[in-house]
């Protein structure tokens, strides 16, 4: 089992992070664009973070030579609590402050309120990654295939059901 560390934890955080803010950004502008009710906004711009979440996760493990199926477990073993986290904190935030969600895009009151929100959902999700590193969870089922360490992929999903 991995030690997990405050930097790893901080590490995979910002990397998850970056795979929310793809899908979140782009749901909530394709949302507005197709004149949908800030719900529809909402559910589109969450189900779209946990794609792009997995895909910014699912690519390095491809290049690191796994076959499709046992990355893709391997991803939404390693990653959806941290976007789940992630995208409740997020929609929170943004549904919760008046007129956010409404905001122009082109202004700088909607990039700060972005700012705001995917700052706090780092904050809480750093914890949660933290906690599933300490028990070899999370990005630490993920972290041997990122840094070159073993490749032997046989049974490797088995293990980690139910992280």
């Known amino acids: 089992m991995h030690v997990a560390t405050k930097t790893m934890a901080a590490q995979a955080t910002l990397h998850c992070l970056l795979g929310c803010i793809i899908g979140e950004l782009v749901g909530l502008e394709l949302g507005r664009l197709l004149g949908l009710d800030t719900h529809y906004i909402v559910l589109l ?3 779209l973070s946990f794609v792009s979440g997995y895909l910014v ?23 959806t609590l941290s976007i789940l986290t992630m995208v409740i904190v ?3 935030i943004m549904a919760v402050v008046p007129g956010a969600m409404d905001k122009d895009p082109l202004t700088l009151g909607y990039w700060g309120w972005r ?13 949660v990654n933290y906690w599933q590193l300490k028990r070899g969870r999370g990005h630490a089922i993920t972290h041997q295939y990122h840094h070159g360490g073993n490749h032997d992929h046989s049974g490797h999903h088995e293990h980690h059901h139910g992280a």
């Open 45 to 47: 711009a969450g189900a």
């Open 57 to 79: 996760s699912t690519i390095p493990l491809l290049r690191a030579g796994l076959g499709f199926g046992v990355s893709l477990r391997t991803v939404l073993a390693a990653d």
């Open 90 to 92: 997020d929609n929170t």
């Open 115 to 127: 700012a705001v929100s995917f700052s706090l959902a780092f904050l809480v999700a750093w914890p």
